[in-house]
C-alpha cells in the first residue's frame, strides 16, 4: 500500500504487504528529519531519523528515504503487521529541534 | 514513554479557570518541550527549554506561560483558559547525544 501526494489521511494495507508512506516537507533548509508513529491514547514514538547528508536509512523493518530536490520523505515499512496500525507523522527540524509536525496518515492494516 | 511523565492525566476546566500541566523527566537531559495536539493534527509546538532557567517560544506560545525552575521539570501554565486550548498536551524530551525526541503519554484537557 502506498499514500502520495501532499498528505493522504489514510492508508489500509494487506497484511505481509509493504507500506509506504508519503510526507512533503516545507523547509529546504531542515537539517533533521524524523518519523513518528502513534498509537490511539499514547503519545509520539520514535520510529527513525534521518539527517539531510543522506538520502536512505535502514531500520529493523523501517526505511526512510529522503528526497532533498522535491521535499518529499517516505516510510517503507516491511512486512506490514497488524501492530503497524497507527497513525504515522512525519516531522523536519525547523532549528534548534523544534519540531515541524505534518498532519499525519492513519495506517490500517487488514488481516 | 522513555522516563517522561505527566500530569494530570486528564482535566476539564471552565472557561477563564487557570491550570499547570506538570511534565517531569528522570534521565538528566537539558532540553524539553511542550506540543500541543488537536484532533486530527500534528503536534505544535508550544514552548522549549534548552536548559534549566532558559525557555523560548514555539510556533503557538498565545496563552501561555512555562516555567522550567529545575532540570528535571517543566511546566506549562494556562492562567486563563479558553476552549480554544481545549487539546491533548504532549511534553518530550531530547537526548544529548543522538538528538531523539522521546515524548510522554500526554494531558488531555477540556474547557468549557
Known amino acids: 500500500g502506498e499514500s502520495v501526494g501532499l498528505h493522504l489521511p489514510t492508508l489500509s494495507v494487506q497484511e505481509g504487504d509493504n507500506s509506504i508512506i508519503n510526507c512533503a516537507y516545507s523547509?529546504?533548509?531542515?537539517?533533521?528529519f524524523i518519523w513518528y508513529k502513534q498509537e490511539s491514547g499514547k503519545g509520539p514514538q520514535f520510529i527513525i531519523d534521518i539527517r539531510s547528508n543522506m538520502d536512505k536509512r535502514q531500520g529493523q523493518r523501517v526505511t526512510v528515504l529522503l528526497n532533498k530536490t522535491v521535499k518529499h520523505l517516505s516510510l517503507q515499512i516491511a512486512a506490514t503487521q497488524p501492530g503497524d496500525s497507527a497513525v504515522y507523522f512525519c516531522?523536519?527540524?525547523?532549528?534548534?529541534?523544534?519540531?515541524?509536525f505534518g498532519a499525519g496518515t492513519t495506517v490500517t492494516v487488514r488481516a | 514513554n522513555a522516563g517522561v511523565t505527566q500530569t494530570p492525566k486528564f482535566q476539564v476546566l471552565k472557561t477563564g479557570q487557570s491550570m499547570t500541566l506538570q511534565c517531569a523527566q528522570d534521565?538528566?537531559?537539558?532540553?524539553m518541550y511542550w506540543y500541543r495536539q488537536d484532533p486530527g493534527m500534528g503536534l505544535r509546538l508550544i514552548y522549549y527549554s534548552a536548559s534549566e532557567g532558559t525557555t523560548d517560544k514555539g510556533e503557538v506560545p498565545n496563552g501561555y506561560n512555562v516555567s522550567r525552575l529545575n532540570k528535571r521539570e517543566f511546566s506549562l501554565r494556562l492562567e486563563s483558559a479558553a476552549p480554544s486550548q481545549t487539546s491533548v498536551y504532549f511534553c518530550?524530551?531530547?537526548?544529548?547525544?543522538?538528538?531523539?525526541?522521546?515524548f510522554g503519554p500526554g494531558t488531555r484537557l477540556t474547557v468549557l
Open positions: 534521565m538528566n537531559h537539558n532540553s
Open positions: 518530550a524530551i531530547r537526548t544529548s547525544g543522538n538528538n531523539e525526541q522521546f
Open positions: 516531522a523536519e527540524n525547523m532549528g534548534d529541534y523544534k519540531l515541524s
Open positions: 523547509n529546504s533548509a531542515s537539517d533533521y
